[in-house]
């Protein structure tokens, strides 16, 4: 058997979590409501609303939110969502 280069990092890593439309979606609901992304892993985004104040968003709520729904509706719906984040005090 070959050994890899320590650059490869082989496999096993997985599809990825959430389809592009989805993290699309989101980027869009996010500057639709002029707000900044200020980090992004893979499962939770920090950002800061129109008024300066930050919100860590947790990825699989909202996927778990919209996903019924037909994609070309998720900015929408992820927008909404976001715009109850931003009301709570």
């Known amino acids: 058997m070959a050994s890899r280069s320590r650059a490869d990092p082989g496999t096993g890593s997985g ?3 959430y389809p592009g439309t989805f993290l699309l979606a989101f980027r869009e609901a996010v500057a639709e409501l002029n707000w900044q ?26 996927y778990e939110r919209v996903r019924p ?9 992820i927008a909404q969502l976001l715009r109850t984040l931003s009301s709570q005090p």
């Open 15 to 17: 599809p990825p979590k």
């Open 37 to 62: 992304i200020r980090s992004w892993t893979s499962q939770l985004v920090e950002c800061a609303d129109d008024k300066g104040l930050n919100h860590r968003v947790g990825l699989d709520t909202f």
């Open 69 to 77: 729904s037909p994609r070309e509706e998720w900015p929408a719906l």
